[in-house]
């Protein structure tokens, strides 16, 4: 079955320090990826997504994605964490067959002054 | 501005009561979606629609309704039939020009069921 797993529930990092959230799909054709990101109590926002072409994607607020094929996975980083940073974060997947956006279950960070 | 417009923001509601949850959108967005938020469990998609008077049940329709009779609209009815109601309501819409699933977000509807 079409699937999006992050690994991790909850991490935490210093405020500063570089971030890297994992997030792997099912094998197969390849989906379209996205990651988006929700501050509590809010809607999600979309932060980068990818369709093809350059393997490395960037997004806002100094987000960056890099597709892995052979690995299946989509992983999310940042340099430089901000505190503003804390959040939910998002890994979705959209399989032409089927033609719906699959969730991960999120992986929520938090950020240490 | 454009966007997608949820209400109410937070409802209670009693056990046996059903209840509807609003989402208007701007966007001029052909697809509009809802998604269900439980802690740890993602979001999970409840009913969806690509275009006005038609719609398909998600992974999750049991216990819930909608209907499209106007491109800007679609409410969720969450029925008396649901077991567990209590939850996070997350409206989406999609033009589908940005890119087949890139989704737009309203600011979600909390329920809770007393």
């Known amino acids: 079955a079409q699937s999006v797993t992050q690994p991790d529930i909850h991490i935490t990092v210093s405020e500063g320090a570089s971030l890297e959230l994992r997030c792997n799909y099912s094998y197969g054709a390849t989906p379209y990826l996205f990651w988006y990101v929700q501050s509590p109590g809010q809607g999600l926002q979309l932060l980068l997504k990818?369709?093809?072409?350059?393997?490395l994607v960037q997004g806002i607020k100094g987000f960056e994605a890099e597709f892995k094929r052979s690995q299946s996975s989509f992983n999310l980083r940042k340099p430089s964490v901000h505190w503003s940073d804390a959040a939910e974060y998002f890994c979705a997947a959209f399989y032409n067959q089927g033609g719906k956006l699959i969730f991960g279950q999120g992986t929520e960070l938090s950020v240490k002054p | 501005d454009g966007g997608i417009t949820q209400s109410p923001k937070y409802l209670f509601r009693k056990e046996g009561q059903n209840v509807t949850l609003s989402c208007e959108q701007n966007?001029?967005?052909?697809?509009m979606y809802w998604y269900r938020q439980d802690p740890g469990q993602g979001l999970r998609l409840i009913y969806y629609?690509?275009?006005?008077?038609?719609?398909q049940k998600g992974d999750i329709a049991e216990g819930y309704s909608v209907s499209r009779e106007k491109k800007e609209s679609f409410p969720l009815t969450v029925t008396s039939a649901q077991k567990n109601p209590t939850a996070f309501y997350l409206c989406?819409?999609?033009?589908?020009?940005?890119?087949?699933?890139?989704?737009?977000f309203g600011e979600g509807s909390r329920l809770t069921v007393l």
């Open positions: 989406a819409s999609s033009s589908g020009t940005g890119g087949p699933g890139e989704l737009f």
């Open positions: 629609s690509q275009i006005v008077n038609d719609f």
């Open positions: 966007l001029n967005h052909d697809a």
């Open positions: 990818y369709f093809s072409g350059d393997t």
